[in-house]
Structures are given as C-alpha cells and as structure tokens.
T-cell receptor
Framework: DAEITQSPRHKITETGRQVTLACHQT?????MFWYRQDLGHGLRLIHY???????NKGEVSDGYSVSRSNTEDLPLTLESAASSQTSVYFC????????????FGPGTRLLVL | DQQVKQNSPSLSVQEGRISILNCDYT??????FLWYKKYPAEGPTFLIS?????DKNEDGRFTVFLNKSAKHLSLHIVPSQPGDSAVYFC????????????FGTGTRLKVLA
C-alpha cells in the first residue's frame, strides 16, 4: 500500500545544531508540504514543493530549508536549531489535481534544548 | 493575520448527541474547504470537504455546512461517538493555481460516554 513516512519520529537536539527531518511518500504525488503544529497556532505551512527541483516558502519558513531532488522525498533542514523550533512537524503530499486532498505522515516530535 | 479561525479550542458532548464544530474565514477567495481529524501521536486524516458551489455536503454521520455570505462553515457529527474524540482542524484553499491549505487552530472534541 502507498504511504507517507517520516523519520525520525522523535528527536532531541541542541541549540545551534543542524537537523534534517526526512519525509518519503510512495504515492508518486507531485505536491509535498511541511507543516509545524503548535498549541494555539494549529498547522502552519513551512515549505512546499509542486515537483522535482521546485520549492516554495510557506508562512513560517525562516530558519528552515527544503530540497526536492526526486518525487518521493522532501527533507526538511533546520540550519541552526533554535528553542522556538521545538514543535511537532508533519509532512503531507497530494496528487495535484483539483479537489485532491493532502495525506499526512505520522509526524516528528522535535525538542531543541 | 489568522485567515482561518476556530474560536472554540475545546468542546464536550454527550455520546449520541450532536457535535457542532465551527470555523470562520476572512479571505473571500477561498473556494474549497476541508475538515481533518487528528488523534494523539498520529497525523491528521481527511474527513470531509465542500466546494463553494455547494452549501452542504454529507458523508454518513458527518455533514459540513458552508455559509459563504457569513464566511462560516460548520461540521455536524450526528450521533457523536466516543471514537470521535479528537482534534478537528478546518482548512481552506483557493483551488485555482495553488494546492496550499490554510488551517485553523483546531478544536478538541471530547465525546463523553
């Protein structure tokens, strides 16, 4: 069965370190998205991609970067982790057709000390 | 500026009764709306959607109502079951030219047995 996976599921890191969160989908979806979930803020879009070599900034992109070298993967990098980036991160994908919904991964819980 | 708002952070309902979750939006360009359900330690899952050309969409126990003039949508769950206890997010999208969703802050529903 097609699926979307995220790794690691839990991560503890220190302020200033570079961290990469992985997202892999087997639906062959064109569109991929990264969100963070924080209490009182819901799900906020960090970065998104509509295809290979395409990346775009979302509403909370500062301090994050993504790259899309193939259809299946969209890794999210925190260039220099900050305590404000402690959050739960969700990856999602969609086919890119009108009315097609986004499918979410199980999430990565990140703690920055 | 929160374009999609869920003003009730939490809601408790007796089993068998109706649950009504509300969502307001400010951007009149939004023309596609969705509800997602999220259990703890899992990613959000799609529940139901509605296009702006409709004012109601029904799927089993779940009905979404859209009032475009008031920029308001609601999710009705009848009858409510303990397994419906989760966080519910509404999301909105401009369906032409973008596949991004703007999510609300979520409402935690607790269905009491």
């Amino acid at each position: 069965d097609a699926e979307i996976t995220q790794s690691p599921r839990h991560k503890i890191t220190e302020t200033g370190r570079q961290v990469t969160l992985a997202c892999h989908q087997t639906w062959n979806h064109n569109n991929m998205f990264w969100y963070r979930q924080d209490l009182g803020h819901g799900l906020r879009l960090i970065h998104y991609s509509y295809g290979v070599q395409d990346t775009n900034k979302g509403e909370v992109s500062d301090g994050y970067s993504v790259s899309r070298s193939n259809t299946e993967d969209l890794p999210l990098t925190l260039e220099s982790a900050a305590s404000s980036q402690t959050s739960v991160y969700f990856c999602a994908s969609s086919a890119g057709t009108r009315g097609e919904t986004q499918y979410f991964g199980p999430g990565t819980r990140l703690l920055v000390l | 500026d929160q374009q999609v708002k869920q003003n009730s952070p939490s809601l408790s309902v007796q089993e068998g009764r109706i649950s009504i979750l509300n969502c307001d939006y400010t951007n009149s360009m939004f023309d596609y709306f969705l509800w997602y359900k999220k259990y703890p330690a899992e990613g959000p899952t799609f529940l139901i959607s509605i296009s702006s050309i409709k004012d109601k969409n029904e799927d089993g126990r779940f009905t979404v109502f859209l009032n475009k003039s008031a920029k308001h949508l609601s999710l009705h769950i009848v009858p409510s079951q303990p397994g419906d206890s989760a966080v519910y997010f509404c999301a909105a999208s401009v369906s032409s030219g973008t596949y991004k969703y703007i999510f609300g802050t979520g409402t935690r529903l607790k269905v009491l047995a």
